[in-house]
C-alpha cells in the first residue's frame, strides 16, 4: 500500500488560512469516510485534529476544519497562529492493508 | 486521564529480537482496539499493527507481516509488540495509540503514548 501524498511544505502569515491537501486512490481516501488528520510539534506525540473526515474532537480549535472530494481530503486552517506550527499527517483506512499515512506536510507560520 | 507509557526500547543488532510494552490506565482497556505506529528519524508516521478489544484479531503492515507479533493482556492492561528478525530499517520510534470507537475499529487514534526507541544497529 502506498502512501498517502502530502506536500512536503505549506507557509503561511499569522491571520492567514492554508490547506494542506492529501491525496489517495479509489482503495482508501475515495472509498471511505474514515480520513484523520494528526498535528505533530517537534519531540512530540502526534495528535488528533479531524476524524471522519471532517469532525474535531472536543478540545480542538474550530480553526480546524476537513473537507474530501474524490480520491482527496483537504486539512484547512483558518486564522493561522504561531502555536499552528508544526508537522500534519493525513491517514485514512485503506481495505485489507488497513492503515496508510501520508508523508507529512511541515506547516510554517512567517 | 488517558496515559499510554510505552517501555522496551534498546539498540539491538539486526537479527535480534525484543518486546515493547505499552501500559494503559485512566480508560476501560478492553473496550478498545489498539494499534502500534512508527516514526523513522526524522521520517513520518508508519502503521505498524492492529489487535482488537479482546485480543482475537490482529493485523499487521506488509513490512512487519511474518516478524512482528501484537498481543495484549487486558487483566494488566498492557499492550505488547514482540519484534523478530529485526532489520536496520526498524529503527524508529513506536508509539502505542488508542483507537477512538467502543468495540469497534475506527482506525483512529485518539490517544498516543511518548513512544519508545528501538536502534537495530551492529
Known amino acids: 500500500q502506498s502512501a498517502l501524498t502530502q506536500p512536503a511544505s505549506v507557509s503561511g502569515s499569522p491571520g492567514q488560512s492554508i490547506t494542506i491537501s492529501c491525496t489517495g486512490t479509489?482503495?482508501?481516501?475515495?472509498?471511505?469516510?474514515?480520513v484523520s488528520w494528526y498535528q505533530q510539534h517537534p519531540g512530540k506525540a502526534p495528535k488528533l485534529m479531524i476524524y471522519?473526515?471532517?469532525k474535531r474532537p472536543s478540545g480542538v480549535s474550530n480553526r480546524f476544519s476537513g473537507s474530501k472530494s474524490g480520491n482527496t481530503a483537504s486539512l484547512t486552517i483558518s486564522g493561522l497562529q504561531a502555536e499552528d506550527e508544526a508537522d500534519y499527517y493525513c491517514?485514512?483506512?485503506?481495505?485489507?492493508?488497513?492503515?496508510?499515512f501520508g508523508g507529512g506536510t511541515k506547516l510554517t507560520v512567517l | 486521564e488517558v496515559q499510554l507509557v510505552e517501555s522496551g526500547g534498546v539498540v539491538v543488532q539486526p537479527g535480534g529480537s525484543l518486546r515493547l510494552s505499552c501500559a494503559a490506565s485512566?480508560?476501560?482497556?478492553?473496550?478498545?482496539?489498539m494499534h502500534w505506529v512508527r516514526q523513522a528519524p526524522g521520517k513520518g508516521l508508519e502503521w505498524v499493527s492492529l489487535?482488537?478489544?479482546?485480543?482475537?484479531?490482529?493485523y499487521y503492515a506488509d513490512s512487519v507481516k511474518g516478524r512482528f507479533t501484537i498481543s495484549r493482556d487486558n487483566s494488566k492492561n498492557s499492550l505488547y509488540l514482540q519484534m523478530n528478525s529485526l532489520r536496520a530499517e526498524d529503527t524508529a520510534l513506536y508509539y502505542c495509540?488508542?483507537?477512538?470507537?467502543?468495540?469497534?475499529?475506527?482506525?483512529?487514534?485518539?490517544?498516543w503514548g511518548q513512544g519508545t526507541l528501538v536502534t537495530v544497529s551492529s
Open positions: 491517514c485514512s483506512y485503506a481495505g485489507s492493508s488497513p492503515v496508510v
Open positions: 495509540a488508542k483507537d477512538r470507537v467502543r468495540s469497534a475499529y475506527s482506525y483512529t487514534f485518539d490517544y
Open positions: 471522519e473526515g471532517s
Open positions: 479509489s482503495s482508501d481516501v475515495g472509498s471511505y469516510n474514515l
Open positions: 489487535i482488537s478489544w479482546d485480543g482475537g484479531s490482529t
Open positions: 485512566g480508560f476501560t482497556f478492553d473496550d478498545y482496539a
